[in-house]
């Protein structure tokens, strides 16, 4: 997979949500910025298909979601989104808002731990 195509509309609400990060997107990118997590780059705010996804990085075709208040009573709505993007081969990793908040060394490990076990090591 090359490129990701995205509703081409979505790029202003995606830089105004970059904008206004929540804390915990705020506290998460931190550690994934600047390639920061075990070398591979992570995009924010990034759009794909008609949606935005928190964090995405390319190479490992991996989206990572905070789940806060905002994912209330859009249980099908999430389902639907999470759907398209397992079907154009994205793999995704869901942490609540409270644990990045509460225990973000935690969050970390969990995302260390799925790219070493996703990532193949040298021949």
């Not at 806060?68 to 990793?93: A, S, V």
Request: aromatic share 12%.
């Amino acid at each position: 997979m090359n490129k990701l195509y995205y509703n081409n509309n979505l790029k202003l609400l995606a830089r105004n949500l970059r904008n206004s990060s929540t804390l915990s997107e705020v506290l998460l990118w931190n550690c994934l910025r600047k390639k920061k997590l075990l070398g591979h780059k992570f995009l924010r705010q990034k759009p794909i298909g008609n949606y935005i996804v928190d964090f995405y990085c390319t190479k490992l075709l991996l989206v990572i979601e905070i789940d806060g208040f905002t994912h209330d009573n859009k249980y099908e709505y999430d389902i639907n989104r999470q759907k398209y993007l397992e079907n154009i081969g994205l793999k995704i990793l869901r942490f609540r808002d409270e644990d990045v908040k509460n225990n973000l060394f935690g969050v970390i490990k969990a995302i260390e731990k799925w790219v070493n076990e996703h990532t193949p090591g040298p021949s």
